[in-house]
């Protein structure tokens, strides 16, 4: 059985149905992402799983236990948002352990939790600051570090690392990576982050309006993707959806598999841009986005913006004539509907 199980969940805000029934099964140990356009439900499904809502149908099962009427503060978790939510006035040290302290456990027991968890998240040498006296990313260690110190059965992460610049999201992410696999603790993780998803999921969930399209490891949905909001969804820059009609000789190249009115997915990296035009459809440059390590070129083929994505640089500039190729070995095929079509 589940360790953690979502059993037809749903919530609505007055008339408003913004979880519409969503089944879900988490093993002990996971580390679950949640991701999906902004208002599609991923901070009120979690939490329903907090407790922070009442959940209005469907039943949540905790290690065998039904908690989907239990306050809170009785599940065993821990919730770490976006803001800090720290107590202003107070050390890191007793940041840390305030929850333990409302559950009168011994005072010796609180600070050898406390010191393994700050061993663990680099913040011994901060533990008699307060928070504004830390940088942006060590009080994000804090608030992770309050949610360690009370060894909860799951860790919910709501956005944690959004209010980070992008060099300390980078390291935090990695600190979490490595914390989740020295630590092995069940958890579920909002982000927006497309690197986060794909680094730190063990298994992705793609919500959109209130229900799930399709749940996977990073590399199945990038790979396999169940319909055409997934494969736009999972990938940066997104797949390129070319309608059957609007690229013939893009379509004679499928082999037939193609239905007449279905979609054409390619991703960036499938899509080759040469200057000599014998190879490939004409097409045209649009711009360059040179981004170091990458290079995305933006091409206009028949009236269809494409990106294509190389590991080299390139000497092409805007306005330049060029010719597509496609790489006919990673192409995806949707039906009208826009659900995948076996390859
Ligand atoms: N307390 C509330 N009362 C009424 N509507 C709410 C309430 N909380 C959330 N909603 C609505 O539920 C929908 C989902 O909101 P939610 O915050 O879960 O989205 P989200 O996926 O976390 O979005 P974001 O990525 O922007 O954080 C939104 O349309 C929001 O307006
Ligand atoms: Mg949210």
Redesign the pocket.
């Known amino acids: 059985m589940a360790y953690l199980q979502l059993d037809n969940i749903q919530?609505s805000?007055?008339d408003?149905h913004?979880?519409k029934g969503v089944n879900l099964e988490i093993d002990k140990g996971e580390f679950i992402v949640?991701v999906?356009?902004?208002?599609?439900?991923?901070?009120?499904?979690?939490?329903l799983i907090a407790g922070l809502?009442p959940i209005t149908s469907g039943k949540l099962m905790l290690d065998g236990k039904d908690i989907t009427h239990i306050p809170s503060g009785k599940r065993d978790l821990a919730m770490v948002f976006q803001s800090y939510a720290l107590y202003p006035h107070m050390s890191v040290y007793d940041n840390m352990s305030f929850a333990l302290k409302l559950a009168n456990v011994a005072k010796d027991v609180i600070k050898t939790k406390v010191d393994h968890a700050a061993k663990t998240l680099n913040l011994t040498q901060y533990l008699t600051r307060t928070p504004k006296e830390l940088s942006g990313g060590q009080r994000q260690r804090v608030a992770i570090g309050r949610a360690i110190v009370r060894a909860p059965k799951v860790f919910l992460f709501?956005?944690p690392l959004s209010n980070l610049d992008a060099a300390l999201r980078g390291n935090t992410r990695v600190e979490i990576h490595k914390l989740h696999r020295a630590l092995g603790a069940t958890s579920i993780y909002?982000t927006?982050d497309q690197v986060e998803a794909m680094t730190l999921a063990d298994r992705v969930v793609v919500?959109r309006d209130?229900l799930i399209e399709q749940v996977g490891t990073p590399m199945e949905l990038y790979d396999r993707p169940a319909n055409q909001f997934v494969a736009q969804f999972i990938g940066m820059p997104s797949m390129n959806m070319v309608d059957a009609r609007a690229i013939p000789s893009f379509s004679a190249q499928t082999g037939g598999r193609l239905p007449g009115d279905g979609f054409l997915g390619v991703r960036p990296e499938g899509l080759r841009v040469h200057r000599d035009h014998d190879a490939g459809t004409p097409g045209k440059v649009e711009l360059i986005e040179a981004l170091g390590a990458d290079t995305l070129i933006h091409v206009e083929v028949g009236g269809v913006p494409l990106v294509a994505r190389q590991n080299e640089r390139t000497e092409l500039q805007a306005g330049d004539a060029v010719s597509v190729e496609l790489d006919p070995s990673v192409l995806h095929f949707f039906n009208r509907e826009g659900r995948t079509l076996a390859a």
């Open positions: 919530k805000f007055g408003a913004i979880i949640f999906g356009p902004s208002g599609c439900g991923k901070s009120t499904l979690l939490r809502e709501d956005e909002v927006h919500l209130g």
